[in-house]
C-alpha cells in the first residue's frame, strides 16, 4: 500500500522522534551553508520536497532570505500546498513550488547549478543504482562551492559510508555526516569540481518507497 506521504509529515512534531532530529541537524547544516554562501544571488533547489520544512523556516530566519531564489519539487499536492503557504507567509516570494516528478531533471533547467541542493528522504526509497545515479547527477546541479544535503538512514546494511565514496568520485568533499549513534543519517557534502550540462529528459531515479526496497 502506498504510504500517506501527508500524514508521513506528523513525526516531525513528535519530539525526539527520528524525523524531529533530522529536522533538526537539517536546518543547523542548511543555516551554515547559508552563512557561508558567497555575496549575490543564491539558487536553491529541494527534491522530494515534501511540506519544505527543512528549507522554509531557515529562509524565512535568515538574513540572506531576499537573496535566494528557491525551487521546490513535490509530486503530491497536499504537501506542495502546504509548502507553498509557508513560503507565502513568510514573505519568500522567490520560493517557488512545482508539483511533479522531482526525479526529472527538466524540472531544473535554468535553476541550476545552484548554491544548495536538497537531496533529502529519498537515498531510503530508492535502489542502490538509482542512488549512485543521482549521485552522479548532483555534479550537474551543483554549483561549485555549493553544496549538497542528503539524508539516508544507518540501519545495517549501512550504506552511507559507500555514498560518501561515491560523492568523492564526483568531486564532492564531506562537511558533516552523522554518526551511525546519532540515527538521523544526515549528510552533507560540498561540491570541488566544475559543474556538468544537466541533460535534458532524464529520469534520475524512480522513488519505490522502502517498504518495497529488498536489501541484503
Not at 550537474?140 to 562551492?145: E, H, I, R
Request: net charge negative; with cysteine.
Amino acid at each position: 500500500m502506498t504510504p500517506d506521504w501527508y500524514a508521513w509529515h506528523d513525526d516531525y512534531d513528535q519530539p525526539g522522534s527520528a524525523l524531529s532530529r533530522r529536522l533538526t541537524e537539517l536546518r543547523l547544516r542548511i543555516g551554515e551553508a547559508l552563512d557561508q554562501a558567497p555575496p549575490g544571488t543564491l539558487r536553491v533547489v529541494s527534491l522530494c520536497a515534501g511540506q519544505g520544512r527543512d528549507l522554509i523556516p531557515v529562509l524565512a530566519a535568515h538574513p540572506r532570505r531576499d537573496d535566494v531564489i528557491a525551487c521546490l519539487v513535490e509530486l503530491g499536492p497536499r504537501n506542495a500546498e502546504v509548502a507553498r503557504a509557508a513560503a507565502a507567509a513568510a514573505g519568500l516570494s522567490a520560493v517557488q513550488v512545482v508539483v511533479g516528478d522531482a526525479a526529472l531533471t527538466d524540472h531544473y533547467a535554468g535553476l541550476v547549478p545552484a548554491n544548495l541542493v536538497l537531496v533529502c528522504g529519498i537515498f531510503g526509497n530508492i535502489v542502490d543504482a538509482d542512488i549512485r545515479a543521482t549521485v552522479r547527477h548532483c555534479a550537474a546541479l551543483c554549483a561549485t562551492g555549493g553544496t549538497v544535503f542528503w539524508t539516508r538512514n544507518r540501519r545495517e546494511p549501512d550504506l552511507v559510508p559507500t555514498i560518501c565514496d561515491w560523492f568523492a568520485e564526483e568531486g564532492f568533499t564531506p562537511v558533516a555526516v552523522s554518526s551511525p549513534a546519532d540515527g538521523v543519517g544526515v549528510g552533507v557534502h560540498r561540491f570541488t569540481g566544475q559543474p556538468r550540462p544537466l541533460p535534458a529528459g532524464v529520469t534520475m531515479f524512480e522513488f519505490v518507497g522502502h517498504d518495497r526496497i529488498t536489501r541484503p
